[in-house]
């Protein structure tokens, strides 16, 4: 079966499918979830979307509690999963097109998801219909599991294996070719600092609103001349290549700094805004407490970001080295601060230990660690069937090596006992999730389509 040239005769349908997609902005909306509505309207309605495709396509669908569902086709007592979302992370600003419109220019799909995780997504569900439209018998259920709180937590498909049987195989289109067969241990680390009755020169600092994403922008309000501060501002955004902006408001002067949008498994990828602006502050005269806490995130996160400052680095052969991602930093002088870091750790993490150990060096800062969040490390043996079937598929359809990666994101794969990260975004093309200006390829799309089509009926057809 020549797949690719059954993706190529869909190609319009495909890229219409991911702009309807797109076009629900599917972010988490805390402040307006309900019991019927887990996350918020928006992501309920991505999923419901893509449930309605399902039943108009004649294939199975549930829906799980308005968290996850699945669309279902095949027979038989075995399942394979590919699980997906439908939710995005916040857009952030400085968009060349509108983030929610799927605009089509230079032969790329422009909007939130496109890459992350929408256009793997459809890339996916459109290979289940090529492969229902061949007519294929299949020995084993194919689910498309989609969840709505893949960013912020999993809760989605934690709900819904409570209900559902747990796929004994399975593969999440939501990283990268060709096979990640490792991932790294994720765990959301917590440092406070207690509140000030004194006044400080700092009365407010935020940056960030997720942990697994690079800060690009922070803002501070704090006490002192507006003329030298701004003097001292273009002085030191001159020397690192920054932008922002020094303005009076009241009493207090609001520093503003911009940096760069990235994904959290690799902060060097963007410039966290909340860092640059602590190494601004320390520039500045300040009150003990205030020093305190610039000084803290100018030592910790200042100069890299693999944990070394903090006695938390660490690297393996399978998964490469443990980094970390400051992606929530808060202080205001009565509360103290809050500094909420993405650490992702690598599979053979010695994790008691270095947090220990971590905990020693920052015992007379007056800063503390707390462990909030932690899923531990995914990995699957590259001997397994699972592993030798999709190197076969993904060789076959574009002629080049299926080598074995780790990645220090997290996919639903995790929640698998035995499932990779498969896809989509191939060698050589420039990661462009959580970023502005994000994208996929259309030629990308259509090639994907057709791997998946033929890893479905490897994986479940009938022999």
Not at 18 to 33: K, N, R, W, Y
Not at 260 to 289: C, Q, R, V, W, Y
């Amino acid at each position: 079966m020549n797949w690719l040239e059954r993706a190529e005769e869909k190609k319009e349908d495909i890229i219409a499918e991911l702009q309807s997609l797109i076009q629900i902005p599917s972010v988490l909306q805390t402040d307006l979830a309900t019991s019927d509505m887990p996350f918020g309207p928006k992501p309920l309605e991505a999923l419901l979307h893509m449930l309605r495709e399902g039943d108009k396509a004649g294939f199975r669908t549930k829906n799980i509690e308005n968290m996850a569902g699945h669309i279902e086709m095949g027979d038989g007592e075995e399942i394979l999963g590919i699980l997906c979302h439908v939710d995005v992370v916040p857009e952030g600003k400085g968009w060349t097109y509108p983030p929610f419109e799927g605009v089509v220019a230079d032969d790329k799909v422009y909007g939130r998801g496109a890459i992350d995780d929408k256009g793997p997504t459809i890339a996916a569900w459109m290979a289940m219909k090529l492969v229902k439209e061949a007519g294929i018998e299949l020995s084993k259920k194919v689910r498309l599991i989609i969840g709505t709180d893949e960013e912020s937590g999993f809760r989605c498909v934690k709900r819904y294996f409570e209900e559902e049987q747990m796929p004994e195989i399975g593969f999440a289109p939501d990283a990268d070719f060709p096979i990640i067969n490792a991932e790294k241990g994720i765990a959301d680390l917590i440092f406070t600092q207690t509140g000030s009755t004194e006044t400080e020169t700092i009365q407010f600092f935020q940056a960030g609103k997720r942990t697994n994403m690079v800060p690009d922008e922070a803002f501070a309000y704090v006490f002192g001349g507006a003329h030298t501060i701004k003097q001292k501002f273009n002085e030191f955004a001159k020397e690192h290549g920054i932008t922002g902006e020094v303005v009076q408001e009241g009493p207090v002067v609001k520093v503003l700094v911009h940096g760069k949008s990235a994904h959290a498994m690799e902060p060097n990828d963007g410039i966290n805004a909340g860092i640059l602006l602590a190494k601004f502050l320390k520039t500045i005269s300040l009150t003990p407490h205030s020093k305190a806490f610039v000084e803290f995130l100018v030592t910790a996160f200042g100069e890299e970001s693999r944990g070394h400052a903090l006695s938390l680095n660490f690297a393996d052969e399978v998964s490469g080295e443990t980094t970390l991602n400051p992606g929530v930093i808060h202080y205001a002088p009565e509360q103290g601060s809050c500094t909420q870091v993405s650490l992702r750790y690598s599979v053979t993490y010695p994790f008691e230990e270095k947090l220990s150990a971590c905990r020693e060096i920052i015992q007379n800062t007056g800063i503390t660690l707390d462990l909030g969040s932690n899923s531990e490390p995914h990995y699957v043996d590259k001997e397994d069937i699972l592993i030798t079937t999709l190197q076969k598929v993904y060789e076959r359809q574009t002629g080049q090596e299926a080598k074995l990666l780790s990645i220090g994101g997290g996919t639903y794969a995790r929640v698998l006992k035995k499932g990779v990260a498969f896809g989509m975004l191939f060698p050589g093309r420039k990661d462009v999730a959580h970023q502005v200006d994000e994208f996929v390829d259309i030629e990308d799309l259509i090639k994907a389509t057709a791997i998946y089509a033929d890893a479905i009926v490897e994986l479940a057809g009938k022999n």
